[in-house]
């Protein structure tokens, strides 16, 4: 299947041209030779052009963007957090993933007897929170 890719695309096309030149004094013959290239920029978006200025394009593409985000969920950010571990992909070799409010859960167990304030990791000190999300948590699932 094609992934669609939002945003703007822009591509050099290459038009030949109708136009023949001939090597030797003007006269048509077997050194016939299409004259060079001319080249074309082309932008194209999610609805094409339709005459819009890249501005416009542009513009449509940051709210595009930004409506996507909007549909993250809070627990989106935590879960690529998780997903960036050295062991997340081992441990998938070994069970499947565990849902998410498993690893909230677990993770509030362990930040409860650390005396941790926060289970997010961008509120939490960065060594702290892959010691839970990228070593602890790992383990405990794989040795369950």
């Known amino acids: 299947s094609h992934h669609m890719v939002m945003g703007l695309a822009a591509a050099a ?3 030949p041209s109708r136009r023949w030149s001939t090597e030797r004094g003007g006269r048509p013959g077997r050194h016939l030779r299409p004259s060079p290239c ?3 920029v082309r932008l194209w978006g ?3 052009t339709r005459g819009r200025s890249l501005e416009v394009l542009a513009a ?3 709210k595009s963007r930004e409506r996507q ?10 879960e690529d957090f998780i997903r960036q571990g050295p ?12 849902a998410i409010a498993e690893w909230m859960d677990k993770a509030q167990a362990i930040a409860d007897q650390l005396g941790v ?3 997010l990791p961008q509120e939490m000190e960065e060594q702290m929170s892959k010691r839970i999300y990228h070593l602890y948590l790992p383990l405990y699932f794989w040795m369950r």
Not at 87 to 98: D, K, N
């Open 13 to 15: 096309v290459l038009l």
């Open 38 to 40: 001319a080249c074309e």
């Open 46 to 48: 999610p609805g094409g």
């Open 60 to 62: 449509e593409a940051e």
């Open 69 to 78: 985000l909007a549909w993250r969920s809070p627990t989106d950010d935590i």
């Open 87 to 98: 062991l997340y992909q081992r441990l998938l070799l070994i069970c499947p993933a565990p």
């Open 117 to 119: 304030g926060s289970i």
